[in-house]
């Protein structure tokens, strides 16, 4: 303990003008220079959560000039200060931060803390963004756990400011570190740039009790654009590095090229690292940020700096801020069938070259190749397809097939495709799967259907994941198919597709779709958990002469996992379409003939379908939506069929 206070007070009472300093810099408010300001240092964010720091400056001098002998690591800073009677407080965008041997100049730009207010009220958390005391429009809100270790990327929960400023986001009681960011140039959502306004609330992490709402001023400062923010003479020592000079001179982390399906080089394009976890969780992430990320140049170059061990999905995409949309440009490194990355600290990883292409795009048609068909494969581990393959026959899955981006997987008729049942990561899911970033065309017929099926005669709903279309182009097909006892039988996620003719029973979900460009029709859903469920109002979708029957719920309308960027509208956003539901037989559906899902508020159209009755109190009971829970969006389902469609379900034999 003697130990660690003689380290203390060895930096925090030395002269300034003894120090060997490898840390200085500057503390300004928007009036100028910071006179006895002081910089903190903490080893994490929770050490400054609880006020444990590692160190603090002597006050700056009258050019608000600080300085720190630090040993080399991984550090965040804060600066607080008086002046004029008020109190000031800076938090430094790029924490943590490394300091190197060669030396850092840092820059902090100190905002005067404004009260918080708390009052009775439902739990949440309002107030205004500022910049210089001015409330700042276009820009967005986003709060993180106090847990996370970069407050980086987007956060668990994010939102649109209004434009005077002003946000209200409705939160369960808890702790919020609340951090907003305006892009300059508008409203797009990507890393920050020079210029760009990053906004801390000095009140982090701010506490909502049950029954009270927070009120919260949440300033900001330039990145990198001390001029912008106060004009005064600059002052640096030349052989320092800024902040943003050593982010540029990172030396590890990650680099490849993106290139088209021509082999073009796309320049100016987003490339992130995501932690690998799990898929749903990458499929969520792709809706947020990532505190690892660059940028490609001219040639499509990219390096991606980072150096924290473990396994990463490399993702190429020119918008961020969002789910993949229609004829966003989108790709993902399809080296191995995880399409992941080991990385080791200190080191470069290269050669991770992404394909992109434009998700749920009609205009690409890939023209199939000369391919001998496979005849009864087995793949008894994960294997990538990079070549057109025609299957035929039997074929067994032991893991995970990747279809890559440019190359169509096509299925003759008659083909069984059986999956073991193999669950390695303990998540009550089979590992079985095929993932289609290319194109599938499984055309069965009347007579000779394809089958995707449990390697079980007797198999249970989960005993394999799903065949996902991720990001593919409009021109995938199922035809008189059937699929058995999967967790889903098709998943398709910001891609397009056609599914006619074909059987999904004895699955958890017999289809699930989110943001898709999607013709079902004519087909059966019977004994799954769910016939059909989707979670997007994005694309166009037409859901017709279907028969969804004896289910545990027929149709179920979820929101995704996590929330996004101003998820909640009272109606579509501009460029979503309400999907086209008529003409199915949804009837006698043991729980619900159709469920809306939590906090929907956008209307559904189910007219012209056959519930079972005619009779409105029976099909109301067969639904659950605002009837049922104040709280959800209504289903139109009047004028309803008289009597079941004609024709619906799969035809022919």
Known sequence: MLNVLAFFLVFTLMPLTAWSANLEGRIFNDKGPMKAARVEVYKSFEDFRSGTALLSSQGSDERGLFRLDLPEGTYYFVARGKED????????????????????????????????????????????????????????????????????????????????????????????????????????????????????????????????????????????????????DPRKPKSYLTVGQSAEQAKFGIKGKVTNLAGKPMAG?????????????????????????????????????????????????????????????????????????LFKKDSVVTDIDIVVGKAMDESIKSVLKDSSPINSVVYKDDYTIESDTVWQGNISIGGKVLVKRGVTLTIEPGTVIK??????????????????????????????????????????ARDWAHVMLLATGSDNLFEYCEFRYAFSGI??????AAIRNCVFTRNQEGIRFNKANLVLEHNNFFENEVGVRFASLEGKVVIRDNVINNNSVGILFMQPQRKTVDFETDTPPTGFELPLITNNNIFGNLDYNFKMGERKSIDLDLRNNWWGSAKKEEIEASVFDKNADSSLAAIIYSPCLEQPAKGAGVTGK
């Not at 998943?491 to 397009?496: D, F, K, N, P, R």
């Open 85 to 232: 009677g008020k109190e000031y407080f800076a938090y430094h965008g790029n924490n943590p931060q490394t300091i190197g041997k060669d030396g850092l100049w840092m820059i902090l730009m100190a905002n005067d803390i404004r009260p918080l207010v708390s009052t009775k009220g439902l739990s949440s958390i309002k107030g205004v963004v500022t910049y210089k005391g001015k409330p700042v429009s276009d820009a967005y809100i986003s709060l993180y756990a106090p847990e996370s270790i970069k407050l980086k990327g987007l956060g668990f929960k994010t939102e649109s400011v209004n434009p005077d400023g002003t946000f209200n986001l409705a939160v369960p009681p808890g702790n919020y570190v609340v951090i907003a960011k305006k892009m300059e140039g508008g409203r797009n959502i990507r890393p920050l740039k020079k210029g760009d306004l990053y906004c801390y609330c000095p009140h982090n992490p701010v506490e909502v009790k049950a029954d009270n709402v927070v009120e919260i001023e949440v300033p900001c400062y330039p990145k990198g654009d001390r001029e912008a923010f106060v004009d005064f």
């Open 269 to 341: 394009l987003y490339v992130l690292a995501y932690k690998s976890e799990a898929p749903i969780l990458l499929l969520y992430h792709l809706s947020h940020g990532s505190e690892f990320s660059g940028e490609t140049d001219q040639e499509g170059n990219y390096f991606i700096p980072l150096n924290t061990d473990g396994k990463y999905n490399v993702i190429a995409r020119n918008t961020l801020g969002r789910a993949p949309y229609e004829k966003e440009i989108y790709g993902i490194y399809e080296g191995n069938p995880q399409q992941s990355v």
């Open 419 to 460: 999956f073991d049942k193999v669950d390695k990561d303990k998540n009550s899911i089979g590992d079985g799967e095929i993932i289609v970033e290319g194109r599938i065309i499984a055309k069965g017929s009347a007579e000779s259907r394809i089958i995707f099926t449990s390697v079980l005669e007797n198999g249970e």
């Open 491 to 496: 998943q398709l996620i910001y891609s397009g």
